[in-house]
């Protein structure tokens, strides 16, 4: 702790922050979002970066990824998640330049294999979405149960 938190704890916190350095190294040999190939990253901070997703829903479909080898959104630290919430806007800026007939967007995490989640190394897809791309948006997400998508 610093001096003032520790001093408005009357000094008796000892917690060792140190650590946290080391557990943001985490990595698993197995797992491709721990091994992406550095030319595939189109932006990047210290704790999260963006690749194109390989099997993209549209044109532009990114993912942001913490570089941490974590499972899902709720494994997250506060700093990921504010790592990541950058990324999202920048790459969003960044897609929207290149692509004026983007109208639209999906933000999504698929946690746990029940919910459809297939590498499980958190990501979060950042999907673009223009007029007409299908024929009833309307639900959006909520189309993870086909049938309940329109309400
Ligand atoms: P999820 O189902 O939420 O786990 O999403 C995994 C996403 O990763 C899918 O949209 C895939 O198209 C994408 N994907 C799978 N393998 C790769 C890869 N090697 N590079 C980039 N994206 C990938
Ligand atoms: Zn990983």
């Known amino acids: 702790l610093c001096y003032s938190c520790n001093a408005m704890k009357s000094d008796r916190d000892d917690t060792d922050f140190r650590q946290m350095n080391n557990a943001y190294e985490h990595r698993e ?11 595939r990253i189109i932006a990047e901070n210290e704790l999260a970066f963006a690749i194109k997703d390989a099997f993209p829903v549209t044109d532009h479909h990114t993912l942001i990824i913490p570089k941490r080898h974590v499972e899902d959104y709720f494994d997250l630290y506060q700093p990921e998640r504010n790592a ?10 960044e897609i ?30 950042l999907i673009p979405r223009r007029e007409g791309d299908v024929d009833n948006p309307r639900g959006g997400v909520r189309g993870v149960i086909a049938s309940k998508q329109n309400y």
Request: negative net charge.
């Open 29 to 39: 040999n197995d797992c491709i979002f721990c091994n992406v190939s550095g030319d």
């Open 84 to 93: 990541m919430q950058r990324l999202l806007e920048e790459c969003r800026q």
């Open 96 to 125: 929207c330049k290149k692509d004026p007939s983007i109208t639209g967007f999906n933000i999504g995490n698929n946690v746990g294999e029940d919910a459809g989640q297939t590498v499980m190394h958190c990501h979060t897809h």
